[in-house]
T-cell receptor, first 115, second 112 residues
Framework: EAEVAQSPRYKITEKSQAVAFWCDPISGHATLYWYRQILGQGPELLVQFQDESVVDDSQLPKDRFSAERLKGVDSTLKIQPAELGDSAMYLC?????????????FGSGTQLSVL | GQQVMQIPQYQHVQEGEDFTTYCNSS?????IQWYKQRPGGHPVFLIQLVKSGEVKKQKRLTFQFGEAKKNSSLHITATQTTDVGTYFCAGSGGGSNYKLTFGKGTLLTVNP
């Protein structure tokens, strides 16, 4: 079965440094999401793309976070500068369309530790 | 904004006991999805409920959607060690982007 690819699997960085995460959704999936999951919590939406366009970034801390999906396929999430409170799992998910009845396919995530 | 509450936060059972987790939304939902996340893993889709009062079964798992489409439950009969993990509900309120809001999840541990 096709999978959502994410890299790196783990990232350790010092505060004030820049970090970037990459996601390649399942082929043909028009909708891509970046979620942040703190240990013991549910995934929280950071940004939603429909093809190459951002359709929801209301919860994205735009002073330090940025996301792009230039060709409507793979996506990059960047944090600059990283803060201690950014330590979390960053999950990418995709689905065929943004219809609410479509299920999400999650990648394995990037575990970020900020020291 | 839409909020989805889930209880309990943790549940520890003996193998063979039943388990139930409940999900409540602050607003009426168009549909609700359930996901399971194994320890160290990522959320995996289990099922979707769309109709008011809907009940769906997957082997030992029974999912229900409330009549008012504001609450849902997942019941596991005779738990097994393979059921260990965190169960999340995720509700969609519709709207142009069909935003999916996740609950905080219920962590199930099973003592063999």
């Amino acid at each position: 079965e096709a999978e959502v690819a994410q890299s790196p699997r783990y990232k350790i960085t010092e505060k004030s440094q820049a970090v970037a995460f990459w996601c390649d959704p399942i082929s043909g999936h028009a909708t891509l999401y970046w979620y942040r999951q703190i240990l013991g919590q549910g995934p929280e939406l950071l940004v939603q793309f429909q093809d190459e366009s951002v359709v929801d970034d209301s919860q994205l801390p735009k002073d330090r976070f940025s996301a792009e999906r230039l060709k409507g396929v793979d996506s990059t999430l960047k944090i600059q500068p990283a803060e201690l409170g950014d330590s979390a799992m960053y999950l990418c998910a995709s689905r065929r369309s943004r219809l609410g009845t479509e299920k999400l396919f999650f990648g394995s995530g990037t575990q970020l530790s900020v020291l | 904004g839409q909020q989805v509450m889930q209880i309990p936060q943790y549940q520890h059972v003996q193998e063979g006991e039943d388990f139930t987790t409940y999900c409540n939304s602050s607003t009426t939902l168009s549909n609700i999805q359930w996901y399971k996340q194994r320890p160290g893993g990522h959320p995996v889709f289990l099922i979707q409920l769309v109709k008011s009062g809907e009940v769906k079964k997957q082997k030992r798992l029974t999912f229900q959607f409330g009549e008012a489409k504001k609450n849902s439950s997942l019941h596991i009969t005779a738990t097994q060690t393979t059921d260990v993990g965190t169960y999340f509900c995720a509700g969609s309120g519709g709207g142009s982007n069909y935003k999916l809001t996740f609950g905080k999840g219920t962590l199930l541990t099973v003592n063999p």
